[in-house]
Each structure stands twice: as structure tokens, then as C-alpha cells.
């Protein structure tokens, strides 16, 4: 019944290493996204996919890859992982690109570089 | 780059108190959502507002969009231990799907 899965909901890794985080949504939405919530629980845009094309980047290091391989999953690849990359990172999905619907956030997965 | 401030940061008070956290900026939106998360879990859309002026009620939250579509209000009524959580407002500019979440409000009420 999850609408909004991410996974793995904790990832604890070294300086240096690459990782990646999976998302899928089971909505049947076209546009899904990429946030980085800060210690202090700001929540800020990274990308924005409708129908599997890229339709904001929000001036996001390059370490910082998204693929989607169909319209229900986003995935983020990070190389060369930073401590500053250290944050909870949300997948979340809408329907359409005017924003208005509201979107469904996945339950986050908490990022921390060592 | 628009910046949505909210007010206050953070709120502690009793079960049974009223309360209304504000939502502000100088730009312009299309409409607004307010999301609710609570710890370790991503946030929950609980409303959105689209015309100036408008008011939605959701049980013991009321919820307002400023006139000028600039700024939203979320008033709870006799609050209650399960409305603890940290509020979020968003704006939507109309740019495509983008969304400006506020600083975020802490909520806490006790018994």
C-alpha cells in the first residue's frame, strides 16, 4: 500500500565513497522529485522529472546524478560522497507539473558521511 | 529567489490552547499548501489554497490565503497532543511543478 517508497531508509558511509538511493511511486503520477532537508528541517528542491525528462535542476553539484527509468521511479546516484552531502534526502511525486495537487513524499532516507 | 518565512519557528503549549503560525513573502503565488511531517517521516500535504481571500477548514485547522496571495495563516483551535509535528507552508509560482517550502514551524503541545 506504500504510495511513496524510498530506499534504504538509512545509509551510513565514508568520505569519498558513491552511493545511491532508490525511489519508486505506486500513484501512477508523471512527475516526481528530489529534496534535501537540512539539520534544521529546511526543505529544498533538487530535480524535477515529468514523464522520465528533467525539468529542474536546481543548482545541484554535478556529484549528484538522477535517472529515471520509467515514470515510477527516480533514482539518485551520488559520487565522491562530502560531509556537507550529509542530510535526509525526499522522494516525492505529483500529478502534472503545476504543483498545485500537492505532492506524496516518500518517508526519507538519512544520509550520513563519516 | 523567493523565500517564505514562517512565524514562529517554534511553538510549545498546552492541550486545549489556539495558535496560528504565519507564512510570509513579498512574491507572489499561485496557490499555497500547508504540510504537516511528523519525526523520521516525509511531509503530508493538509491543504492547499488557490484563491486570494480563500478559507479551508479541516476539522480544528482553518486555513487562509492573503488577499494578495502573498501569505497563508494556519489557526488550530483547542490544540491537541496528536497536532504535534513541524508545519511546512509551500508556495507554487506556476513555474513548472516547482514548489518554495517555508522555514518551517516546530509545534509542540503537551498534556
Known amino acids: 500500500d506504500t504510495a511513496v517508497s524510498q530506499t534504504p531508509k538509512y545509509l551510513v558511509t565514508q568520505m569519498g565513497n558513491d552511493k545511491s538511493i532508490k525511489c519508486e511511486q505506486n500513484l501512477g503520477h508523471d512527475t516526481m522529485y528530489w529534496y534535501k532537508q537540512d539539520s534544521k528541517k529546511f526543505l529544498k528542491i533538487m530535480f524535477s522529472?515529468?514523464?522520465?525528462?528533467?525539468?529542474i535542476n536546481e543548482t545541484v553539484p554535478n556529484r549528484f546524478s538522477p535517472k529515471s527509468p520509467d515514470k515510477a521511479h527516480l533514482n539518485l546516484h551520488i559520487n565522491s560522497l562530502e560531509l556537507g552531502d550529509s542530510a535526509v534526502y525526499f522522494c516525492?511525486?505529483?500529478?502534472?507539473?503545476?504543483?498545485?495537487?500537492?505532492?506524496?513524499f516518500g518517508p526519507g532516507t538519512r544520509l550520513l558521511v563519516l | 529567489t523567493q523565500l517564505l518565512e514562517q512565524s514562529p519557528q517554534f511553538l510549545s503549549i498546552q492541550e486545549g490552547e489556539n495558535l496560528t503560525v504565519y507564512c510570509n513573502s513579498s512574491s507572489v503565488f499561485s496557490s499555497l499548501q500547508w504540510y504537516r511531517q511528523e519525526p523520521g517521516e516525509g511531509p503530508v500535504l493538509l491543504v492547499t489554497?488557490?484563491?486570494?481571500?480563500e478559507v479551508k477548514k479541516l476539522k480544528r485547522l482553518t486555513f487562509q490565503f492573503g488577499d494578495a496571495r502573498k501569505d497563508s495563516s494556519l489557526h488550530i483551535t483547542a490544540a491537541q497532543p496528536g497536532d504535534t509535528g513541524h508545519y511546512l507552508c509551500a508556495g507554487d509560482t506556476g513555474t513548472a511543478s516547482k514548489l518554495t517550502f517555508g522555514t518551517g514551524t516546530r509545534l509542540q503541545v503537551t498534556l
Open positions: 516525492a511525486s505529483s500529478q502534472g507539473i503545476s504543483g498545485r495537487g500537492g505532492q506524496y
Open positions: 489554497v488557490v484563491t486570494g481571500g
Open positions: 522529472y515529468n514523464n522520465k525528462e528533467l525539468i
